[in-house]
């Protein structure tokens, strides 16, 4: 799927590369060159907003504010203070990005619409700003803004210029793409699949929000500058409203979760604004973009770009995508532990935690500790409490008392992503596959503590090349380790159920943990599978990993773990190895449902 | 300070802020039942007013017109649900919220289309009088604006207390997965919900177009007003949500009246972004989604 859609990528290259050198020998006269420019400048934004939109689920609806810093910081650095058109296109892309990590990195926290609003916020700030204020001139504006020139060649000529456009269109789109196929890229979408998955791979969400978020401002910066440029004047009614929309809506055309698309979308836009106007309807811009937004959100949700993309699926017939071969487990093998825990020290130890929902004591007063390199597991009746403390332990709840120490360590009160980063993997009962990738790339996201988030190398695609190699590879012997083959390019929700099990454990093993918390693997498997998962817990553990399993199947457990811990309406009732706990009457009781003969409270 | 100057400022601010309340309330009530934050809210206000404006230059007679309005408003609610919600409701949060903005759009576009470019104004209803409040002279229009309001949200308000559907509407506001389970039809709730937003906002836009007149592209400002009331309510609850709209109302006037009415947008909207950046970077440090009630 990732080749495929390299292969796409590549032809929808070409597609624009042969577009931008044929229109203007096709069309040489300054209107149509004019128009070029104008979509060209709007695709550097709309690339952005496919980070922003399709890529965060963040509504860009301020867009406009980042692209009206841009082309006044070029109108009044140009013509008030003579700088160079191109220092001042950066300046105002800094000041852009600047303006957008202030703003987001604090509101990111809130969640969800609020920092759409916000930006829409800034947005009519500055425009009361500019309208305000005469050092940006004001309802006038400001004219007289120069052509551009670059490095001391000028781009007068609109030929050369519409070049240039159109160069930096295809920069902003290789950053896009670049992030697209990153970590940054697969852990936004983890996101969108599943907060907890994602979190259980240590992905810091506000974090890669925050940086979508600055790129994007950086890019309606850029496209802002380039219009001011192209249009020669600048006042508050050229980012006005209707511009984020036409943004938005051009994203959306082309293709929401598409770079490509993004860029091809600015043009359809353009072009279709030209078109109304030659009609001379100009009034019935707003009802046709507004139309189109709604249309295409509930008949195609991915616009023209994925529309394309599955007719050519469809006629490639990329989708045979080889044949999944099961194989015993570790028929690959994995590289130990470089480290493996010490003996001497207690590994994981849970000391007087205690959670009540309401009323409901969930989980009451319980101490146990788990031994490096063994398999630990945690038993007992449904509702006994298991899962809210497998939850307590990996962050996803917070509890009310006691202490969870991890090699010496509290971590109690980390979320769930600082604890899966201290490299302790977790597997959900109910499966959380991110259903948006393939198998592979659902396993790659499990080696995401290991990668570099710093934005500026990924786009810029200093450190992502090597880096992803080695992901790829370890996701594989992940893979090849729990013994699913061929498996890769598959789309999760096609495999059987267990095979999907199977794809959660080599994600939550290419976390490389130390310790694996396990919420039962064998729920819903068949006997042989049970087998098959028996055996690849066992050699899980003779890799150096610790193994806190919670299950049900007595059967399992018994034959598997080394240290037995058994609880029951939220209190731990017995303690110790399998043959032991088997005997106490207060377990008996609990499976069999007696009276429990007077149990240590 | 002087009273009669600050009164002169306050009960202008409380009128505007009546809209405003009535815009933070379909905001909250319309998300409490479908998770959704409808940025068509301030629209339905425009089109109220516009509405009534243009009909009445169709020689329509007064009420009709306004009747006329009002149920326009009520309809266009329920057809952006039925039409546009329903049909994305499975898509995720993100792009249902887009589609509100793109039909938005498309109500302000309509509305160019048909009654043109230019600002339309309608008479008071009982003339363009004035009457004085301890030295402070209002429109009569003012008392129409306060007493509309006043009933609306009476209205609504024992609507939700007393009635099923509106006890319907609360526990959806207080669990939405729990009150479906509990068999609240949320379809239907939804519908009726946003028809009924849909006509407070229209009728707002009615009552207020005697004193600021009624634009195509007036309903953007009603909506992010509305909104940044409905924000420092909480986002949940209708009457701090109506509590914050007055709130900016007023803020929006001392604003006008102390700085300057250039700059009193910039002030309201500099207190939602301070109001957030508080918010996100001291109160809730770590604890994400508080605020928002949405999903």
Known sequence: MVLLARRKSLIAALLFVIAVAVYPLAFPDSYHLGVGISAGAMAVSTVGVVLLLGLAHQLAIGQAAFSMIGGYANAILCVRYGWDPFAALLAGAVMAMALAYVVAAPILKLRGFVLAMATLALHLMLIVVAVELSFTGGPMGVTGIPKFHVFGISLADDRAFFWFVW?????????GLNIDRSAIGRALRAIAASEQAAGSVG???TRHKVQMFVIGGGMASVSGSLLVHYLRATDPTVFGFSYSINLITGTIIGGLTSIWGGALGAAIIIF????????????????????????????????????????????????????????????????????????????????GVSRAFGSLRAVSNVSFTVGPGAITALIGPNGAGKTTLFNLIGGYLTLDAGVVRFEGREIQALP?????????????????????????ENVMCGQHRFTTHAVLPIALRLAAQRQEAGIRHAALEALGFVGLQGAEQHEPAVLPFGHQRLVEIARALALRPRLL????PASGLNDTETERLAELIVRIAALGVTVLVVEHDMRLVMGLADHVVVMDHGEMIAEGAPDVVRGEPAVIAAYLGQEAPARAA | MDTTVLLQLLLPGLTTGCVYALVALGFVLCANVSGVVNFAQGEFVMLGGMAAAWLIGLD???????????????????????????PVRR????????????????????????????????PGFSGDGVFFVFGAILPVQS???????????????????????????????????????MGVNAERLRVIVFAVSGATGALAGVVITPLVLASWDAGLTYSTKGFIGAILGGFRSPATAVLGGLFIGLLESLGAGYVSSGWKDFIVYGVLLAWLLIQGGVFLRGRAGAVTGGP
């Open chain 1, 167 to 175: 160069l930096l269109v295809f920069g902003a789109v290789w950053i």
């Open chain 1, 203 to 205: 992905v810091d969400i």
């Open chain 2, 60 to 86: 329509l007679p007064f009420v009709l017109a306004i009747l006329v309005a009002t149920a326009l408003g009520a309809g266009v609610g329920a057809l952006q649900e039925f039409l546009t919600l329903a």
């Open chain 2, 91 to 122: 898509q995720p949060h993100f792009i249902q919220i887009t589609t509100t903005v793109g039909f938005a759009v498309v109500l302000r576009g309509i509305t160019l289309i048909v009654a043109g470019k230019d600002a339309l104004s309608l």
């Open chain 2, 143 to 181: 008392l129409w604006v306060w007493g509309a309001t006043l009933l609306l949200l009476l209205g609504t308000f024992s609507f939700l207390r007393y009635t099923n559907v509106g006890r319907a509407v609360r526990a959806c506001s207080i669990n939405l997965q729990a009150a479906r389970l």
């Open chain 1, 272 to 351: 279709l604004r030209e078109l109304l106007r030659d009609l001379a309807l100009p009034l019935w811009e707003s009802v046709i973009m507004g139309a189109l937004t709604v249309i295409v959100l509930i008949a195609f949700p991915r616009g023209i770009a994925g529309f394309v993309s599955r007719i050519y699926d469809r006629m490639a017939n990329e989708r045979e995508v080889g044949r999944v071969v099961v194989t015993e487990p570790g028929a690959v093998a994995m590289q130990p532990l470089a480290n493996p825990p010490m003996s001497h020290q207690p590994f994981l130890e849970v000391a």
């Open chain 1, 517 to 520: 918390l396990m919420d039962e």
């Open chain 1, 416 to 440: 769930p992503r600082d604890v899966a980063q201290l490299g302790i993997g977790r597997t959900f009962q109910n499966l959380q596959l991110f259903d948006n990738m393939t198998v592979l």
